[in-house]
C-alpha cells in the first residue's frame, strides 16, 4: 500500500534561518506531489506542485522554493525565514490518473520566531 | 474559477443525533469530490471519494451523497459519537487544471459532538 512521510512535525526557527522539509512517498512510482500551508484559523493554500523528477510549478510567489529531485521525494525549502512563513505544511500525493483522491501526509508545524 | 463552499461552519450536536454536513461548488466539471477529517493540529484523513459518476459513497457510519449537476454534495454521519469531532472539509478535482488537476477545498465544517 502508499504511504506518505513527513518531517519533522514540529520546527522552530528564527527568522533569517534556513528551511528544509522533506516529504517522501512510498508503494507507488512518479506521483503527483504538492505542497500546501495552511496558515491559523485559515483555509489551505497550495504552494508547488509537481508532475515528475525537476517539474516544479508554484502557485502563489513567495520566500520559499520546492524540489523533486528523486520520484517520490519532495523538498521545500528557504533561504532565509520569514515570520510571516510560520504555518501548518502539509505535502500531499495523488496518482496522474485523474479519478485517484489526495493522500496527505501528517504535516509540519513551523513557527518562525 | 471553482468556488466550494461548506455550511455550516461550524456545529455542535449531543452524542448519538444523526448530522448532515453541506458541501457546494460552482464548476460542475469536477473528476471527483473527496471528504476529508482533520484533527487539531493534524493532517487531512481522507473519509470518502465520489467519482463524478457515482450518486454516493458510503463508510461504516459515513455516507456521502453527489449531486454534480446542481453542485452539491452532503456528508451524512450517523450516531455520531464524540470522536467525531474534528474539522471536515470537502475538496473537488476539476477537470480544467491540466495533468496536475489540483484540488480545490472548501471552507470546511468544524463539528463538536458532545456528551
Known amino acids: 500500500s502508499q504511504t506518505i512521510h513527513q518531517w519533522p512535525a514540529t520546527l522552530v526557527q528564527p527568522v533569517g534561518s534556513p528551511l528544509s522539509l522533506e516529504c517522501t512517498v512510498e508503494?507507488?512510482?512518479?506521483?503527483?506531489l504538492y505542497w500546501y500551508r495552511q496558515a491559523a484559523g485559515r483555509g489551505l493554500q497550495l504552494l508547488f506542485y509537481?508532475?515528475?523528477?525537476?517539474?516544479i510549478s508554484s502557485e502563489v510567489p513567495q520566500n520559499l522554493s520546492a524540489s523533486r529531485p528523486q520520484d517520490r521525494q519532495f523538498i521545500l525549502s528557504s533561504k532565509k525565514l520569514l515570520l510571516s512563513d510560520s504555518g501548518f505544511y502539509l505535502c500531499?500525493?495523488?496518482?496522474?490518473?485523474?479519478?485517484?483522491?489526495?493522500?496527505f501526509g501528517s504535516g509540519t508545524r513551523l513557527t518562525v520566531v | 474559477k471553482q468556488e466550494v463552499t461548506q455550511i455550516p461552519a461550524a456545529l455542535s450536536v449531543p452524542e448519538g443525533e444523526n448530522l448532515v454536513l453541506n458541501c457546494s461548488f460552482t464548476d460542475s466539471a469536477i473528476y471527483n469530490l473527496q471528504w476529508f477529517r482533520q484533527d487539531p493540529g493534524k493532517g487531512l484523513t481522507s473519509l470518502l471519494l465520489?467519482?463524478?459518476?457515482?450518486r454516493e459513497q458510503t463508510s461504516g457510519r459515513l455516507n456521502a451523497s453527489l449531486d454534480k449537476s446542481s453542485g452539491r454534495s452532503t456528508l451524512y454521519i450517523a450516531a455520531s459519537q464524540p470522536g467525531d469531532s474534528a474539522t471536515y472539509l470537502c475538496?473537488?478535482?476539476?477537470?480544467?487544471?491540466?495533468?496536475?488537476?489540483?484540488?480545490?477545498f472548501g471552507t470546511g465544517t468544524r463539528l463538536q459532538v458532545t456528551l
Open positions: 475538496a473537488v478535482r476539476p477537470i480544467n487544471t491540466g495533468t496536475a488537476s489540483k484540488l480545490t
Open positions: 465520489i467519482q463524478s459518476s457515482q
Open positions: 500531499a500525493w495523488s496518482s496522474g490518473r485523474l479519478n485517484y483522491g489526495y493522500t
Open positions: 509537481s508532475v515528475g523528477i525537476g517539474q
Open positions: 508503494g507507488t512510482s512518479n506521483p503527483n
